[in-house]
């Protein structure tokens, strides 16, 4: 093989090379397209889905909204927050609903994409009270944990069977 004819080879396995790593990238870039969960936030005011709560000084939260609807089928509705609530929201749903401790160092379930966004204690406490009517209404149900320690509150929430 002439040294014309390698380098002419080179420079096919570098085009060839080049348009393979474009599609890929094409292809991975997708990837974080409308299935990537959209982390939702608020500072200083309410949760829409969760106005039951009242004011937070802070909130995140991901949903349904995130997922591709051109995929067929059923769809569970879907959503799951945290927040850190405001002195008057927290002491106001203490005194109005029974709580109960959940367990000393238990964790309620929380999504990765919201892991770290609000710090916890390990004070858990659940309302089975406060559940039904935070959804009584709704097309979601599901459960929310508040933090004593923190002021803090998980909510994970779906479709009504």
Request: hydrophobic share 35%; aromatic share 10%.
């Amino acid at each position: 093989m002439s040294y014309g004819d390698r380098r002419s080879a080179i420079r096919r396995a570098a085009v060839r090379g080049s348009l393979s790593a474009a599609v890929l990238i094409a292809l991975l870039s997708g990837c974080g397209g409308p299935n990537a969960e959209d982390v939702q936030s608020v500072e200083g005011g309410t949760i829409e889905s969760a106005k039951i709560l009242g004011p937070v000084e802070e909130g995140y939260w991901v949903d349904d909204s995130s997922v591709d609807g051109r995929v067929p089928g059923p769809t569970e509705m879907w959503e799951e927050g945290v927040a850190r609530l405001a002195d008057e929201s927290f002491q106001k749903l203490r005194s109005d609903y029974e709580w109960v401790p959940v367990g000393t160092y238990w964790k309620p379930p929380i999504r990765t994409s919201l892991e770290g966004k609000i710090r916890f204690g390990s004070e858990w406490l659940r309302s089975a009270e406060f559940d039904a009517a935070a959804t009584t209404g709704s097309d979601l149900t599901g459960s929310y944990y508040i933090e004593a320690e923190t002021k803090g509150v998980v909510f994970v929430l779906k479709s009504k069977d």
